[in-house]
């Protein structure tokens, strides 16, 4: 059973939009990250958090920004939306080496 | 730069048969390795976890084994069944970060 929750699990949204997509965990994890993943390719980091108030760029450049004002609580925002962030955007948390737990997803498409 | 690889890309078996994932990293300094499961357009379910200090874990019919000095890690999958068909990624916790393997594609044929 999930303790990670993303919200929406699906969004078709309008080019030049801005969007929110919700993440949320029960476990108290310190960190937190966000991944982009096309279909059928591999992972890539957008943003990283190590605990309230920390928030980093991950290895892909991304036009989309997070924060962390509670532990529990990392969304990520696109002020405006392009047909280029049609992707799936995955959460996942971690605490103490006791390895990732990741959401369901955000499917995400812009037209 | 940790970097992790998985052999083979895709594997096609039949029903009943027990199959072998690998995954190889390059730096042995890591503190666990997490085997994951991800279905067509859904979320990464996590399988097993090892510590650094671990040889191996197991739930029901999958066995992780964990190769620290050499950089390998196996995924061992008995009795294969169709509801097994998925991408089986392992990702590498180096300490600031999880670095992921691109993933076997895994299809099991009734």
């Known amino acids: 059973e999930a303790d990670i929750y993303q919200t929406p699990r699906y969004l078709v949204i309008g080019t030049g939009k801005k969007i929110t997509l919700e993440c949320s965990q029960t476990?108290?994890?310190?960190?937190m990250y966000w991944y982009q993943q096309d279909p059928g390719m591999e992972l890539h980091l957008i943003h990283y958090?190590?605990?309230?108030?920390?928030?980093e760029k991950g290895d892909l450049s991304s036009e989309s920004t997070v924060s962390r004002i509670r532990t529990e609580h990392f969304p990520l925002t696109l002020e405006s939306a392009r047909p280029s962030h049609t992707s799936q955007y995955l959460c996942?948390?971690?605490?103490?080496?006791?390895?990732?737990?990741f959401g369901s997803g955000t499917r995400l498409t812009v037209v | 730069k940790q970097e992790v690889t998985q052999i083979p890309a895709a594997l096609s078996v039949p029903e009943g048969e027990n199959l072998v994932l690998n995954c190889s990293f390059t730096?042995?300094?890591?503190?666990?390795l997490q085997w994951f499961r991800q279905d067509p357009g859904k979320g990464l379910t996590s399988l097993l976890l090892?510590?650094?200090?671990?040889r191996e874990q197991t739930s029901g019919r999958l066995n992780a084994s964990l190769d620290k000095s050499s950089g390998r890690s196996t995924l061992y999958i008995a009795a294969s069944q169709p509801g097994d068909s998925a991408t089986y990624l392992c990702?590498?916790?180096?300490?600031?970060?999880?670095?992921f393997g691109t993933g076997t594609s895994l299809t099991v044929i009734p």
């Open positions: 958090s190590y605990g309230v108030n920390s928030t």
């Open positions: 990702a590498v916790d180096s300490g600031n970060q999880f670095y």
């Open positions: 090892i510590q650094s200090s671990q």
């Open positions: 476990m108290g994890h310190d960190k």
């Open positions: 996942a948390s971690s605490a103490g080496g006791r390895g990732y737990t």
């Open positions: 730096d042995s300094a890591i503190y666990n």
